[in-house]
T-cell receptor
Framework: SQTIHQWPATLVQPVGSPLSLECTVE??????LYWYRQAAGRGLQLLFY??????ISSEVPQNLSASRPQDRQFILSSKKLLLSDSGFYLC???????????FGQGTRLTVV | AQRVTQPEKLLSVFKGAPVELKCNYS??????LFWYVQYSRQRLQLLLR??SRESIKGFTADLNKGETSFHLKKPFAQEEDSAMYYC???????????FGQGTILTVHP
């Protein structure tokens, strides 16, 4: 079965600093990968998704970017964090043969 | 555009009472609907999906296309049901999910 590793679990970063969140998947190949964010008082919002290496689609305009350098690695980045980037970030994987999404443990990001 | 609405942010019931978590959606095509749950200190995980038509942990959800609803029900709530519940819709390609705002269910002893 697949395993999703997401780190770090919590992160406090100053405004203007860079960001790199990593997500890796084990136990499957060629999955669809997703980054979701939950901002305070809001539901989970899809930020990016990827259907293959190097393929990134952005769902909402924002200060963040994503990359997929390897089949089972998905990275969320920012060059300069804003206060509004604070939130709970979740990595998810969708297996090709299934419609059920599996989620990582999440990263609580606080920008101060 | 697709949208999922969960009107209740918080829901409290007593153990043994029936519980219903509401979910309404907006989508022009034929959606696939899910309920995801996050228990304390655990990952977000799938509870059930409408195409399965099955009961999981005593919960059921029926898709009502006329009312565009997918309410989650359980006749007798248990304390271990306390969690955050998300209703989600997948209507487009690539498995993208649109989530509702979530409902925190608290079951009191």
């Amino acid at each position: 079965s697949q395993t999703i590793h997401q780190w770090p679990a919590t992160l406090v970063q100053p405004v203007g600093s860079p960001l790199s969140l990593e997500c890796t998947v084990e136990g499957t190949s060629n999955p669809n990968l997703y980054w979701y964010r939950q901002a305070a008082g809001r539901g989970l919002q899809l930020l990016f998704y990827s259907v293959g290496i190097g393929q990134i689609s952005s769902e909402v305009p924002q200060n963040l970017s994503a990359s997929r350098p390897q089949d089972r690695q998905f990275i969320l980045s920012s060059k300069k964090l804003l206060l509004s980037d604070s939130g709970f970030y979740l990595c998810a994987v969708l297996l090709r043969e299934n419609t059920e999404a599996f989620f990582g443990q999440g990263t609580r990001l606080t920008v101060v | 555009a697709q949208r999922v609405t969960q009107p209740e942010k918080l829901l409290s019931v007593f153990k043994g009472a029936p519980v219903e978590l509401k979910c309404n959606y907006s989508y022009s095509g034929s959606p696939e609907l899910f309920w995801y749950v996050q228990y304390s200190r655990q990952r977000l995980q799938l509870l059930l999906r409408h195409i399965s038509r099955e009961s999981i942990k005593g919960f059921t959800a029926d898709l009502n296309k006329g009312e565009t609803s997918f309410h989650l029900k359980k006749p007798f709530a248990q304390e271990e049901d306390s969690a955050m519940y998300y209703c989600a819709l997948s209507g487009t390609s690539y498995g993208k999910l649109t989530f509702g705002q979530g409902t925190i269910l608290t079951v009191h002893p």
